[in-house]
């Protein structure tokens, strides 16, 4: 195993988890990921040590993405690398549902009935993934690394790329589309904060944060490039990579000058903050989240 090497301080590899079969030294096991990752050919102990750290995200224990104690976003790039190694460790093989097959590496989850998540069929979730108690997942996919709050609605199509990080008693409409990361390894996962709505066909990408309480509505395509402009004060303020706590978002073009002629390219408009209307819109509606209630 590698020895101790001097991690990030990352308020998540600072603690040590206790499991139901050992504590684990998150520092520790960081730096063992970010040795064997250096590695061409991974040894047994290799191997386990990467299962045990996807065992830790299946299970909510670790996160690829937190806020640090500056309520800053901190992505723990060793975890990236322990989903990047676990596609090494996996062989490819027929996977059963019902009389569906599938040929992958990377199992789903299992879900009981007593599973605190409520999963409409065909929801699939991958294991390495993580939801919390209290989330419904409507017809989705959910990849390796993403985790999904307390609460939350992934409604139907709704793509969760691999480690992005949805709050708690979010709404992510049909057909939204949440970008994965797993390459290259420095890429900041796509965030989401509690309480925001996420309308139809949303497409947030390449790391894009959206603070507690936004609303992007139906439509809105957010890249790291795209501008976001508060029209809401008498003069615009330009934005990139992030949409304010509670604002309301909506989709817009503008003008931009290229050789060939000017063009109007895509934007995102901030018309305000979130207001009573909105919240009537975007209302969630708790019959759809109670559990044993058939709607
Ligand atoms: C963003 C949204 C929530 C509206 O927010 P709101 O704060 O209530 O905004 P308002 O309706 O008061 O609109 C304010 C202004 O912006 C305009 N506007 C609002 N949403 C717009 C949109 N999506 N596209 C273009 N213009 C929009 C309105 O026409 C209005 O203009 P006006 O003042 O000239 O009349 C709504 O447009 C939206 O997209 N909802 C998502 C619906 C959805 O996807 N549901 C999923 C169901 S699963």
Request: hydrophobic share 40%; glycine share 8%; aromatic share 6%.
């Amino acid at each position: 195993m590698a020895k101790k090497t001097k991690v990030a301080t990352q308020s998540l590899i600072k603690r040590k988890i206790k499991n139901s079969e050992s504590h684990i030294n998150l520092v520790s096991l960081a730096a063992d990921i970010n040795h064997i990752f250096t590695q061409n050919k991974l040894s047994a102990a290799d191997q386990t040590r990467v299962k045990k750290t996807i065992q830790l995200l299946d299970l909510g224990q670790i996160r690829v993405a937190e806020k640090n104690a500056d309520q800053v976003w901190q992505t723990n790039e060793w975890i990236k690398k322990a989903i990047l190694l676990y596609f090494r460790t996996q062989e490819m093989k027929v996977i059963h549902a019902g009389d569906l097959q599938f040929f992958d590496k990377i199992p789903t989850k299992k879900w009981a009935k007593d599973s605190k998540v409520r999963v409409v069929p065909h929801a699939i979730a991958r294991y390495g993934s993580h939801i919390e108690n209290g989330a419904v997942l409507m017809p989705s996919y959910i990849n390796i690394g993403a985790r999904v709050g307390e609460g939350t609605m992934i409604d139907t199509w709704t793509t969760v790329g691999s480690c992005a990080q949805v709050g708690a008693h979010c709404h992510i409409s049909g057909g939204v589309g949440l970008g994965g990361v797993l390459e290259p390894l420095q890429a900041t996962p796509v965030i989401v904060e509690d309480y925001a709505f996420l309308g139809s066909r949303v497409i947030v990408v390449e790391g894009v944060i959206v603070r507690e309480g936004a609303v992007l509505g139906a439509g809105v395509t957010l890249t790291s490039s795209t501008k976001i402009i508060d029209v809401s004060e008498s003069q615009p303020r330009e934005l990139k990579g992030e949409i304010p706590k509670n604002s309301v978002v909506i989709p817009g073009s503008q003008f931009k000058k290229f050789p060939a002629g000017e063009y109007a390219v895509n934007c995102a408009l901030i018309i305000g903050k979130r207001k009573e209307s909105t919240d009537k819109k975007t209302s969630l509606n708790a019959t759809l989240r109670e559990f044993n209630i058939s709607v």
